[in-house]
């Protein structure tokens, strides 16, 4: 049996999970990054249906069919820009999780991975990111909910390394 929370080093698009986060903009559309990689491997249908949306502010979060990835569904979130953290970034952040974990537990959802939030292009810092991401879980985890099991999905070791040590 798997723990209830846990850190893979691994491509996000590849897991088999009832929905992987996105880490996307607020149009929704597609761009770089993790958001480039599910987009592209969910297929076009994806962007179809995103376009239905009409878009999704800081902090919230709306939910897609995953299409021809092996996750059920995508749910995808906006983070905030980091601008040196006077701007209301770490709350939020926190909003991010909060708001996917919301979904998730709406929809019945069991098993859902996020990728590190804010930290590429959004240039969060990753030790502070981190720290917003596993305590919001962990604070939603204490309450019962469908959701059983949660995977923070780093691409690289060091962000892997950071959830590691904060899952001691
Ligand atoms: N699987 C898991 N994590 C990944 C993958 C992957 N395939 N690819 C990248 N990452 P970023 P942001 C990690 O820049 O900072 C997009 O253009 C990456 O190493 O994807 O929230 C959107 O459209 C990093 O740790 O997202 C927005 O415009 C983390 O995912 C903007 O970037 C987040 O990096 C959002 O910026």
Known sequence: MNTALEALQADITTLDVDAIVNAAN???????GVDGAIHRAAGRELLEE???LNGCRTGEAKMTKGHKLRARHVIHTVGPIWNGGTQREPGLLRACYENSLKLAAEHGLQSMAFPCISTG???FPPDQAAQIAVDTVREFMREPSS???VIFCCFGKSDFDLYQALLQ
């Open 121 to 123: 292009v959004y240039r």
């Open 50 to 52: 995103c376009r239905l």
């Open 26 to 32: 607020s149009s929704l559309l597609g761009g770089g």
């Open 147 to 149: 959701v059983r099991r």
